[in-house]
């Protein structure tokens, strides 16, 4: 099943299909945590199954919706990104790996084995190196018959144009709040409100977050309000460093951009992390708005360089002292 946001993308598509329209590549883009993975797996379900519904939605139980759940469909690819081989890094560099796509290609080049569709999902595009953007590119201009290649990207500008050009692009975007907490509430995950803030409004991000990420985020905020009790901040950096950077960066970056919010609009400025509002006055009744802004580019600066390795204990000592000075 699609989630309940989604609907207005599944009929796009599945009017374009009934009018023999669809085009062989399609780019699912908008914010992280909106189910764009999910739904593009549906539709590669959908795509394969034998007696999909009417609706559209695969039938979960022929031999292809079988296959696809197994991971051995002969026409189906699902490509994400991967660590390098034998990396032992607790904060490992994605990418999708030539291979990987080399075994696509050949897949979708090849005749059905089932005599449909043959799919190809690429979850997280935006991490293919240049090479790999470039060898797509074939593929993309020379789509075999009954081929549909879904590249999937909360990054979509990372993509190199020549390939976003030849991509029908479908937009997900953040549901209305209400419908948001409708749907954790029956995921099973309560008191979501700060999730949803942290999350900007992306469901899915916020239930990753109640289920598994809350205790770091709470570190970090024990990091972030070290000297203001006296303590060291810097003790804190051994640890954030073996955490997922993507989030605390992204975490950091609201926080500090919560402090530029209290600095321009005052206390009356809505905030991110509105459950650290006393904390982020406190702390902007002595900021130096100029610092804060070089702080924000500097971190932002960080969340897009996401794909180079760098030494991540050094990386969180400086961002603490520079914290602690601003
Ligand atoms: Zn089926």
């Known amino acids: 099943m699609i989630y309940p946001w989604q609907n207005q993308q599944w009929q796009q598509i599945a009017r374009q299909r009934q009018q023999d329209r669809l085009a062989h590549a399609l780019l699912f883009q908008g914010p992280a945590g909106t189910g764009k993975k999910h739904f593009a797996n549906e539709l590669a379900r959908a795509m394969l199954c034998k007696q999909p519904a009417d609706s559209g939605i695969a039938c979960g139980q022929c031999e292809s919706c079988n296959l696809v759940r197994a991971g051995t469909h002969p026409d189906f690819r699902l490509l994400k990104p991967t660590p390098p081989a034998k990396s032992t890094s607790s904060n490992p560099v ?167 919010r209290l600095l321009t609009c005052g206390s009356g400025a809505e905030l991110v992390n509105e459950d650290q509002r006393k904390a982020l006055e406190a702390r902007a009744s002595s900021a130096d708005t100029g610092k804060v802004f070089g702080l924000h580019d500097q971190i932002n600066a960080l969340i897009k360089a996401e794909g180079i390795a760098l030494n991540l204990q050094l990386l969180w000592e400086n961002l603490l002292i520079s914290l602690d000075n601003i």
């Open 94 to 260: 994605l990418s999708i790996k030539i291979d990987a796509l080399r075994d696509m290609y050949k897949a979708l080049s090849e005749t059905s084995q089932f005599g449909g569709y043959r799919v190809a999902v690429i979850e997280d595009a935006d991490k293919m190196p240049a090479q790999a953007a470039n060898s797509l590119l074939k593929t993309l201009e020379e789509p075999g018959r009954d081929t549909l290649l879904v590249l999937v990207s909360s990054h979509p500008h990372r993509l190199p144009v020549t390939i976003r050009s030849r991509c029908q692009s479908i937009r997900f975007q953040v549901p209305e709040a209400a419908t948001a907490v409708e749907w954790l509430g029956e995921s099973g995950v309560s008191n979501v409100q700060t999730a949803l803030k942290l999350a900007h409004g992306a469901p899915l991000l916020a239930r990753d977050y109640v289920e598994h990420h809350a205790e770091q985020r709470e570190l970090l905020v024990k990091a972030l309000n070290a000297s203001s009790r006296g303590e060291a901040s810097i003790q804190y950096a051994q640890k954030l460093a073996q955490m997922p950077r993507e989030y605390l960066l992204t975490w950091l970056l609201d926080w500090v951009s919560d402090l530029g």
